[in-house]
């Protein structure tokens, strides 16, 4: 069987000029990621990971190099194109959560679906749904500042999953949060992942994420050092605290 | 292979009418963002408010010495020049003297410079918000649309209330000072022109403040609006 890659990622490079010197963040990275694939992009900070998060995500342009979504060339999608692709295609989750400060729980995952040009009635019912299946039902009309982190990252989810996106972006969705919590955050991920088949990216350096990742790709100075399988995970998991722990070169 | 123009043009109409906000939508999402942020909200109003009220002073107070000279004609030119107000006589009506001239120069520049201020800062607190209503696949012109209708819906009840206080201080203003002189008969209908002179130029001072820095955040690419700390 044929296995059909949502996301494509050719000989991509990005540079940044810092001050007048140019700094070369990714050095060309190629990667594949299949359809319901649960992916974790792992790397020390500065690695050149959370670069190649929002290139794969849309969020920011490559210097060289194709990104290929559903094999649609992102790169050159206009700013309408681009809107659609964030809107129906992809759900990010952030470390910070990002929810609109000002809006309900509700409001902020009815807000997608609003853009999406759904009627309101419809929006707020299938938003008070999701609230449900993350575990907020009660608290639908709850602001951001009267919720604790954990729910806030619920929120967050339940509004990446408003508009049924193919993609789920997360970057270190458990980073700001206790690690209990975080076990309840990867779980949920999880379990969405395997009931709506959706294809979950994320980047951490948050060790639980591994074990319910399908593969883990590692970043090294803007590189792909290696792309290890949850089997071969398993064998080398006791050496990775070892490995992370040991000072990069 | 390019994409024919008429095609493309095509494909751009399909998706902005997949990516939509109603005005409905629209003005009850920036009513609603003011009224939570009613305070912050308030902050701004009040510099739109005391320009506004500024400008709408001076000019209803030219206004008023022009309508005593037609009521009173020489009877009030003495008390009128005095003030400063200078006499033309080949046109036989009252100008506006230097010392007025400057002073409505002054407080067009002051609201310039305080609404701009007030709108520019207004937005830039929300810099990280554009970001998120992008990541969830806002157009940038929905992003604008909203800031220029709260941004109106400021400028119209903090200008409107600017205008009529600034006015409401001159016509008292000008009672007590021409006390010789019945102020009751003074036509408002011209100063009401000029409140509504100084209304306009509120609204659209207040619309032109966030029009700059929204346009700005809205073309960015969200991941550098969010990334830094406003």
Redesign the interface.
Known sequence: MEIHHIIRVVGVTKSFTLGKLPVQVLRGVDLSVATGEYLSIMGPSGSGKSTLF?IVGG???PTSGRVFIDEVDISQL????L??????KIG?I?QTF??????TALENVT??M????MN?DHAVAKGRGLLDQVGLGERFQHKPSELSGGQQQRVAIA?ALA?DPAIILADEPTGNLDSSTGEEIIALLQKMSRERAVTIISATHDFKMLSVSDRVVWILDGRIDKIEAREELNISLGTIQERHAAPHP | MPMPGTAKRHKQLEISRQIVLPWKKSAEMAYNSLRIRFFRSLITTFSLVLAIAFLSYTLTNTAIAGELYSLYGNLALPLLTLDGYVFDKAEAVIKAGPKDIWLIVLSLLVCTVGIVNAQLMSVTERFREIGIMKCLGALDRIIVRLFLIEALILGIMGAGCGGMLGMLAAWVGSIVHFDTLDCSKIHLLPLFTQVLLAWGIGIGLSVLGVLYPAILAAKLQPVIVMKEEY
């Open positions: 929002n969020l920011d342009k206009d700013a309408y194109e809107a659609w692709l964030r809107n129906r990010y952030f990002n929810l609109i400060p000002v809006m807000l997608p609003i853009f999406a040009g309101s509004r508009n």
